[in-house]
């Protein structure tokens, strides 16, 4: 069942009969199987088109349609749930229509976090990407640019400086966090999860929740698994964003997979070309941003952004351009929807 709940409204039970526990242990089991053996691609494709579609038909469908008319809903997704992108559930024999295109749908840790004010964004720092002894990741310094230009004042953490200690030094001083590096959860140790920064040190979650307290607007984690929580408690506050808000941030974007590269770099270069200028709420701005990166074709995000797609584009064969500039190429939830939005 889903417990419904909001302001001049009387907390109303959604009775969810296809959501027993034993299917979903199932469901998410499967779903996490086919993850953590994601030796082809089209099969971990395959799963999160699964998992959505029957995200839709046992939860999200019957959620929304016991909620006509409601533009925002905060998902509170407990246990195995939490794992889930339910925003890109869907349902359609043809076209496919996913929640977000009714909704937006943000998430969140638990009740209390969900009542901080949202605070101006001026000031943003970004980190990254660090050296380290995992795979580079080329596009994660190219979205750097286009963070920065989204606001008057910035500050760089990059190579060598990315540390643990400096990232912590600095956080405190600035509205907005970027970190674009290599995360991970791990699989047994829920509190060594974190980011990679330089000197291969990790900012684990006992470093944030040890490392002061901070007071600004957004913090934004550019990199893999930012947001899953530990596979096998499945506890929403055991994540980054979960053990940020605690810390006093209003919101955080994190991911729930191993995001790819480039559609990540993509994303972040959307999100910042609308927030905070042309739009006030981040939450929409991702939801904008993963609309688009979903929908346009290669040709409109090269015009958008040629510092991230027209090396790509020099790279093909005359012949093959305009059948390349006519694709969807990041049209599969795997590249827009691994992205979610706690907090306010």
């Given at each position: 069942m889903a417990l419904a709940a909001g302001?001049?409204?009387?907390?109303?039970?959604?009775?969810?009969?296809?959501?027993?526990?034993?299917?979903?242990?199932?469901?998410?089991?499967?779903?996490?199987?086919?993850?953590?053996?994601?030796?082809?691609?089209?099969?971990?494709?395959?799963?999160?088109?699964?998992?959505?579609?029957?995200?839709?038909?046992?939860?999200?469908?019957?959620?929304?349609?016991?909620l006509p008319g409601e533009e925002h809903l905060i998902l509170v997704p407990t246990q195995l749930l939490g794992l889930l992108p339910l925003h890109a559930a869907w349902h359609g024999t043809g076209a496919r229509h996913y929640a977000c295109d009714d909704v937006l749908l943000t998430y969140g840790a638990n009740i209390r976090l969900l009542h901080?004010?949202?605070?101006?964004?001026?000031?943003?720092?970004?980190?990254?990407?660090?050296?380290?002894?995992?795979?580079?990741?080329?596009?994660a310094s190219r979205e750097i640019p286009y963070v920065q230009a989204a606001f008057p004042r910035h500050r760089a953490l990059v190579d060598e400086a990315a540390t643990v200690g400096n990232v912590l030094a600095e956080a405190g001083r600035h509205d907005v966090l970027h970190l674009a590096c290599h995360g991970l959860t791990h699989p047994t140790e829920p509190l060594d999860s974190g980011l990679l920064l330089a000197g291969d040190q990790w900012l684990t979650l006992p470093r944030l929740l040890t490392g002061g307290e901070l007071r600004g607007r957004l913090a934004v984690l550019s990199a893999c698994e930012t947001a899953l929580a530990h596979p096998q408690s499945g506890d929403e506050a055991l994540t980054l964003p979960g053990v940020l808000?605690?810390?006093?941030l209003s919101g955080a974007i994190g991911s729930l997979w191993a995001v790819p590269d480039l559609s990540t770099a993509l994303l972040m270069a959307r999100f910042y070309s609308l927030w905070p200028g042309r739009e006030p709420s981040p939450a929409r701005a991702l939801r904008q941003a993963q609309r688009w990166l979903r929908d346009s074709t290669n040709a409109e995000k090269l015009a958008a952004f040629p510092g991230l797609l027209g090396d790509v584009f020099d790279?093909?064969?005359a012949a093959a351009r305009t059948l390349w500039g006519r694709a969807r190429q990041h049209a599969h939830p795997y590249h827009w929807a691994g992205f979610v939005y706690y907090g306010a």
């Open positions: 302001a001049g409204r009387a907390p109303a039970v959604i009775w969810l009969p296809a959501l027993d526990e034993t299917v979903v242990h199932a469901r998410v089991s499967a779903y996490l199987d086919v993850y953590g053996d994601r030796t082809s691609g089209a099969a971990w494709q395959a799963a999160v088109d699964e998992i959505t579609q029957w995200s839709w038909e046992s939860m999200i469908g019957p959620v929304l349609a016991a901080r004010e949202p605070r101006p964004a001026a000031t943003v720092l970004t980190v990254g990407p660090p050296p380290s002894t995992l795979a580079p990741l080329p596009y808000l605690s810390t006093g790279a093909l064969p």
